[in-house]
């Protein structure tokens, strides 16, 4: 069975200016403005009453001691932001160089805890496939037991505390050959408990990013992209019921990367995604990221922005913005 999800898409986008790269590192750039992150929040998510995620990081590691608070990692204070209507969709990273996954399930129900009022989505882990990267999930031990169990975590307590709208899944990012037993693996090691838990997967992809896509065959590599992750990935791992979230999205401008053709490909690319959202199971579009980390970076990890890292919107803003009067919930 394939999922369906009635009545147009949940957006939300990550408002910091923050990022990792490809090599374990992060970007440098200027501090959030708060400010002006919640007036561009505001602009982009149009009437107060729309639901609008905003998406945030916070991380458990060997240091974290339990009993909290515990403060997002990025933006900073990111509750600031869960006004308007909007909610939190919150990310809880598993970097735990000892596999401490009992350490790392009392930090998801403290989470819960702490932000459970003004958190939509709650994701355990982030990119747990992916194992090259120490600023990504998979690079640690016994990640996929902390998926299984955190996510139970999650459940389990949001429902103890009431909370009957908080959502909890984990995502990864597409999934080819050998590597698409990776959620059926999930399956397998969680049994019906974890299944019945779940209540989406998501999906970090980047089309045209990493591995050049033609702009003539964008939408097709996307819509390609998204079946073969229904029909390849989570219906075998008996997930097929379940809504699929696209939990980051973006495209990066600088050198030969125009700031008018990133508002080409947020066009395509979303609009593969709404034209197949009920056939699909797709339920959300989350994009990468409001403001660039540093408009003179060297490299495309500095430049996801809509905006430049003074807030200075690119065309992609206002296209995101229109986007998001047309197609959501």
Request: contains cysteine.
């Amino acid at each position: 069975m394939t999922a369906t999800t009635p009545g147009g898409l949940l957006f939300g986008i990550y408002p910091g200016g923050l990022t990792g790269d490809d090599s374990g590192g992060l970007t440098t750039g200027p501090p959030d403005d708060p400010a002006r992150v919640s007036a561009a929040l505001d602009r982009l998510q149009g009437r107060a009453d729309r639901p609008f995620l905003v998406r945030a990081y916070v991380g458990f590691d060997d240091a974290t001691r339990p009993g909290g608070p515990h403060p997002t990692a990025t933006p900073a204070d990111a509750a600031r932001y869960a006004v308007r209507g909007r909610r939190l969709d919150l990310v809880a990273q598993y970097r735990s160089s000892s596999g401490d996954v009992d350490g790392y399930c009392e930090f998801l129900r403290e989470l819960v805890v702490q932000y459970g009022a003004v958190t939509r989505t709650l994701q355990v882990t982030e990119e747990p496939n992916v194992t090259s990267n120490p600023l990504l999930d998979g690079h640690y031990p016994r990640v996929r037991e902390a998926i299984v169990r955190g996510v139970s975590a999650v459940r389990a307590q949001a429902r103890a505390l009431g909370l009957t709208r908080l959502l909890t899944g984990f995502n990864t990012t597409p999934l080819f050959g050998p590597d698409t037993s990776f959620v059926g693996d999930l399956t397998d090691l969680g049994g019906a408990r974890f299944v019945a838990d779940l209540d989406y997967v998501g999906l970090d992809f980047f089309p045209d990013v990493f591995r050049p896509v033609a702009a003539a065959a964008l939408a097709s590599a996307t819509e390609g992209l998204l079946r073969h992750h229904r029909d390849a990935v989570l219906t075998p791992a008996g997930l097929g019921q379940l809504p699929l979230h696209i939990t980051e999205h973006g495209w990066p401008t600088g050198p030969d990367r125009p700031a008018h053709r990133q508002a080409e490909v947020v066009e395509t690319v979303l609009g593969v995604v709404a034209a197949h959202a009920g056939e699909l199971g797709i339920g959300r579009y989350t994009h990468f990221a409001l403001r660039d980390a540093d408009s003179s970076g060297p490299d495309l990890f500095h430049r996801f922005g809509l905006t430049t890292d003074d807030y200075t919107p690119k065309p992609a803003f206002e296209t995101l913005r229109r986007l998001v009067e047309r197609f959501s919930v």
